[in-house]
């Protein structure tokens, strides 16, 4: 078993009955999926279920989990993903997948937020590792990007994987992805980015995340927000 299968097990293991839980994205978030859907074909885990994205709302749907619709739900147990950067204070980057605008709301309508990594995902700033994406309206795109050079921000629009065309995410948006000057504070730059007109959402994650669950040594270690 791999780092991620193993964490993305152990916290398929916390899920309790009776409770709707928000599917992440992406091959932690598929071993998650996996093991609560052997959970309750095997253990009789009573569950629904509601998805940050389509591929994860595919991938539950053919394991048989009960998948809510987005636009049914106001409220959640406890929402399940991971991401690209974790600080010691809990401040998340994600968006690489760029479901940003699902996967914000998800985090703010769970009653807890665990978020599965293994330790090469922990930083000492948010945008160590990667550039921070930044969904904005398409036709506000060049005034959003000057604004962000202003900040200091350096970045261009994301691109499809083959460069023949540009990144939109789920919810309609261009998405810039920025870099900004090294160890400039996480809770600075949240409050530039919300504050800035023309950006739908951004990967900065703070205050959102409850719980850290991260593999060491072959093992699960929780971190607790204060």
């Given at each position: 078993?791999?780092?991620?299968?193993?964490?993305?097990?152990?916290?398929?293991?916390?899920?309790?009955?009776?409770?709707?839980?928000?599917?992440?994205?992406?091959?932690?978030?598929?071993?998650?999926?996996e093991?609560?859907?052997?959970?309750?074909?095997?253990?009789?885990?009573?569950?629904?279920?509601?998805?940050?994205?389509?591929?994860?709302?595919?991938?539950?749907?053919?394991?048989?989990?009960?998948?809510?619709?987005?636009?049914?739900?106001?409220?959640?147990?406890?929402?399940?993903?991971?991401?690209?950067?974790?600080?010691?204070?809990?401040?998340?980057?994600?968006?690489?997948?760029?479901?940003?605008?699902?996967?914000?709301?998800?985090?703010r309508?769970?009653?807890?937020?665990?978020?599965?990594?293994?330790?090469?995902?922990?930083?000492?700033?948010?945008?160590a590792?990667?550039a921070?994406?930044?969904?904005?309206?398409?036709?506000?795109?060049?005034?959003?990007?000057?604004?962000?050079?202003?900040?200091?921000?350096?970045?261009?629009?994301?691109?499809?994987?083959?460069?023949?065309?540009?990144?939109?995410?789920?919810?309609?948006?261009?998405?810039?992805?920025?870099t900004?000057?090294?160890?400039?504070?996480?809770?600075?730059?949240?409050?530039?980015?919300?504050?800035?007109?023309?950006?739908?959402?951004?990967?900065?994650?703070?205050?959102?995340?409850?719980?850290?669950?991260?593999?060491?040594?072959?093992?699960?270690?929780?971190?607790?927000?204060?």
């Amino acid at each position: 078993m791999n780092d991620k299968e193993r964490v993305a097990h152990y916290a398929a293991q916390k899920i309790k009955d009776g409770m709707l839980v928000g599917l992440g994205t992406g091959s932690t978030a598929n071993y998650f999926i996996e093991e609560l859907a052997r959970r309750r074909s095997e253990d009789g885990l009573c569950v629904r279920v509601v998805s940050s994205s389509v591929v994860s709302a595919v991938k539950a749907q053919s394991l048989q989990l009960p998948l809510l619709g987005f636009e049914s739900i106001n409220h959640i147990d406890v929402y399940v993903d991971g991401a690209d950067e974790v600080t010691p204070d809990l401040t998340l980057l994600k968006g690489r997948g760029f479901d940003l605008v699902r996967e914000k709301l998800l985090a703010r309508a769970a009653d807890e937020f665990w978020v599965l990594i293994d330790s090469s995902k922990r930083v000492d700033y948010i945008g160590a590792n990667y550039a921070i994406p930044i969904e904005v309206m398409p036709f506000a795109w060049q005034m959003v990007k000057h604004t962000l050079e202003l900040l200091g921000g350096r970045g261009n629009l994301r691109q499809t994987t083959h460069k023949d065309g540009l990144v939109v995410s789920s919810y309609g948006s261009l998405v810039l992805d920025m870099t900004f000057e090294s160890g400039l504070d996480s809770q600075v730059l949240n409050n530039l980015l919300n504050n800035t007109p023309g950006v739908v959402e951004h990967g900065i994650f703070h205050n959102l995340a409850t719980a850290v669950l991260c593999t060491v040594d072959d093992d699960v270690v929780e971190q607790l927000a204060n």
